[in-house]
């Protein structure tokens, strides 16, 4: 038999929407806009029931409100979430689109392998050292009302998560 050598190898280690660091104190933790499910789980130290939204989606609403739409933060240094549904034929901009579109869509990331999408929960996204040349961009949907700024920024902010 084999054992594992690192707690971000285990399938889940961290629950839903969140991401694992052999390099933080603590290897969990949820990604931006997302909060622990079960805080007591969370602080005793089971993190595997993962993360909520904190904001609902304006695309589960069925209607824009007050004008907002759904955004995307940009996080790199990553190692991708578990089943994608690759996409074919699309362009950086078509695979955004077809994210934002899709109401089930949580993510997408666009790189030389093309287009991959995620629907509903995301697992297994490990945070990477900024060495690391196995880390990529993805982009995570979030409810406009997590972005605390209003400029103009074509509906992408950025993000580096950061192991402390």
């Known amino acids: 038999w084999s054992q594992l050598s690192q707690q971000c190898e285990v399938d889940a280690y961290c629950g839903a929407f969140s991401s694992c660091s052999q390099k933080a104190l603590r290897f969990c933790q949820c990604l931006p806009g997302f ?3 079960s805080i007591e789980n969370w602080n005793a130290g089971d993190m595997s029931g993962g993360c909520a939204r904190k904001a609902p989606l304006q695309c589960s609403n069925k209607s824009e409100a ?3 739409k759904d955004q995307f933060l940009w996080i ?8 994608p549904v690759i996409l074919q034929h699309r362009g950086a901009s078509d695979c955004k689109s077809a994210c934002l579109s899709n109401c089930s869509c949580s993510a997408y990331a666009y790189g030389s392998d093309g287009c991959s999408v995620w629907s509903e929960d995301l697992f297994n ?24 700024s209003r400029g103009k920024n074509n509906g992408i902010a950025s ?6």
């Open 125 to 148: 996204v490990e945070q990477l050292t900024n060495d690391d040349p196995d880390g990529r961009d993805f982009y995570l949907k979030l409810a406009d009302s997590e972005f605390l």
């Open 35 to 37: 909060e622990p499910l």
């Open 159 to 164: 993000i580096v998560l950061v192991a402390w």
């Open 76 to 83: 790199s240094k990553v190692r991708l979430p578990v089943n």
């Open 66 to 68: 007050n004008g907002k």
